[in-house]
């Protein structure tokens, strides 16, 4: 089942946003982003399997992911955005690529649709 990221919107420089992905069955989530003209990069990665979360350089003490298993949902709270946070925001369930952890399942991953964050004043 594809997941289905919501939450993007506009925000000054030094505001917050709240991602949501709403998925269930996974062993591991990764938030991942894409910028016009850049590759896509990998901003966490939320591994069920030992209960870590794993954050780019980039993003690490301004991003946190968590969990609310009620409602099958992942956050992912970005705080202290910055203007080169800006791009679409994808959540993928059995895939990830961030802080030195990597995972992928081609046969049983999935991507959601992307939301747009953008960060200007």
């Known amino acids: 089942v594809q997941p289905v990221e919501s939450g993007g919107g506009l925000v000054q420089p030094g505001g917050s946003l709240r991602l949501s992905c709403a998925a269930s069955?996974?062993?591991?989530m990764g938030w991942f982003r894409q910028a016009p003209g850049k590759e896509r990069e990998g901003v966490s990665c939320?591994?069920?399997?030992?209960?870590?979360?794993y954050y780019a350089g980039s993003v690490k003490g301004r991003f946190t992911v968590t969990r609310e298993n009620a409602k099958n949902t992942v956050y992912l709270q970005m705080n202290n955005l910055k203007p080169e946070d800006t791009a679409v925001y994808y959540c993928?369930?059995?895939?990830?690529?961030?802080?030195?952890?990597?995972?992928?399942?081609?046969?049983?991953?999935?991507w959601g649709q992307g939301t747009q964050v953008t960060v200007s004043s």
């Open positions: 993928a369930t059995e895939y990830c690529n961030a802080g030195g952890r990597y995972y992928a399942d081609s046969a049983g991953g999935s």
């Open positions: 939320f591994d069920t399997s030992d209960g870590r979360t």
């Open positions: 069955g996974f062993t591991v």
